[in-house]
Structure formats: structure tokens, C-alpha cells
């Protein structure tokens, strides 16, 4: 990274296409560095700070959804998957290992720039210089609007991607109140539509598991209509 610009992290094996997106990126005022695989990658990240991560599915050895796993057991950096694969399966499966977006080949690199934008302006929405920062409490958790945290009952920072972030603020504003899941991909990743809808329940699924201590005591209800409610009473702390 040679700049104070955002940096993007391309790990794709492709040369082609890594010289394509590099080269389309740096021109709209990016820093870019572009490696060949998850060996690379490691190195890369070992001594480098990213701001978000352009991962390719099928890369040799190592693959993109493992290591997008891999990531996410201690970093909530964003990545957005790059994908051949055209079954809705397939894309829910990038959501389910903790990828913030997805992104069909061959694309448009007009629309990979977009998505890393949208994504990139999700992530650093909260984060502008200004008043204290706005901060929301449920059942002993604490969601912190501007730095983008959430904290157990105990005090502990629970690790949220983007993604994640996004829905349960999505959740907490909307409190008690029914959202389909057209309402929740609008709130959140900007797309609604009946293609996409089993991408928020995986990612409600994510979100469960990481705030509820039963399954029985779920704070996210599932409603008939095809929809979910966020249950607890949300106030500011």
C-alpha cells in the first residue's frame, strides 16, 4: 500500500482478470495489490493492512470459501466473492462462510466498483468525526452505532462481518416490528428481490448463533408472512 487511499486486496489466480480489476480499481482512486492465491494471501496480510478483500472461489490449493472461513475465525475485514458458480446454493454458501457480497463471473467492473463502494460505505457509515457516538442496548447486549461493535452482557466484543452488522442494526431500529425479507435485503445489502431472500436467512441464521444462548429463546422470530421480528426492547444506552 504506497497511499493514505483505501486499499484493495484482489486474490485471484486468473491473470487476466487480476491485471483487469487491478488496473479498473487503481483508476478510481484505489490502492491495489493482487495476489495469486491463499499462500500469498497470508504473506500479504501478515504485513499489510486491507480494507476490504476481492477473493476468487476456485483457487488452487487452498479454495476461496476456505479461506474466507479462515478469515473470519479473527478478522470482520469485508470480502466479496468472485464466483462462476450461478446456483443460488452456491451463492448462499459464500454468505454462509462469511463473505459480505458476492459476485457472479464474468461481471462488469462498473458493478464489482459498486459493490465494493456500497460495502465499503456500510462498513465506514458510523465511523464520521462528530457527537458521541449513538449507542443501542437489548437484553444486556450493547451495539455501538458508530464504531460498529457489539458487546456481550458481559463486556466482551462479539465479532460481526459487515453484513451481519448491517442486519442487526436493521433489527434494533425496527424493534418489535415485522420485516419481510425484501425489507431487511433493502436495509441491508441494497437488492431486494425473490432471488436473494434465502441470503438473509442465512445470514439471520449467522446472527442467531451468535446472540442466542438457546434456540428456544431465539431474540430473532421467524413470522409466517415470510418475514422476521427482532423481539427485545431496544433503548439507548
Not at 457489539?150 to 442486519?167: I, K, N
Not at 442494526?169 to 425496527?174: D, V, Y
Request: aromatic share 6%; net charge neutral; charged share 30%.
Amino acid at each position: 500500500m504506497t497511499d493514505g487511499s483505501q486499499n484493495i486486496l484482489i486474490v485471484e489466480d486468473d491473470k487476466p482478470t487480476r491485471d483487469l480489476i487491478s488496473r479498473y480499481l487503481r483508476d478510481h482512486q484505489f490502492s491495489v495489490d493482487a495476489v495469486a492465491n491463499g499462500k500469498e494471501m497470508d504473506r500479504y496480510l501478515s504485513k499489510d493492512r486491507v480494507d476490504l478483500i476481492v477473493l476468487d472461489l476456485m483457487l488452487p490449493g487452498e479454495d476461496g470459501l476456505s479461506l474466507c472461513r479462515r478469515l473470519r475465525t479473527d478478522s470482520t475485514t469485508p470480502i466479496i466473492i468472485l464466483t462462476a458458480k450461478g446456483e443460488d446454493l452456491d451463492r448462499i454458501l459464500d454468505l454462509e462462510m462469511g463473505a459480505d457480497d458476492y459476485l457472479a463471473k464474468p461481471f462488469n467492473p462498473r458493478e464489482l466498483l459498486a459493490r465494493i463502494n456500497a460495502v465499503l460505505r456500510r462498513r465506514s457509515s458510523g465511523l464520521a468525526t462528530g457527537a458521541t457516538a449513538a449507542r443501542l442496548k437489548f437484553q444486556g447486549w450493547t451495539i455501538d452505532l458508530r464504531l460498529r461493535e457489539l458487546r456481550d452482557p458481559q463486556g466482551a466484543q462479539v465479532p460481526l462481518t459487515s453484513a451481519e452488522f448491517d442486519l442487526l442494526q436493521a433489527f434494533c431500529e425496527r424493534a418489535g416490528r415485522v420485516l419481510t425479507r425484501d425489507n431487511l435485503l433493502s436495509m441491508t445489502r441494497g437488492r431486494p428481490g425473490a432471488s436473494f431472500g434465502r441470503s438473509i436467512d442465512v445470514l439471520v441464521s449467522r446472527l442467531r448463533r451468535k446472540l442466542d444462548r438457546t434456540e428456544e429463546s431465539s431474540v430473532i422470530k421467524t413470522v409466517r408472512i415470510g418475514g422476521y421480528v427482532f423481539t427485545p426492547v431496544v433503548e439507548e444506552a
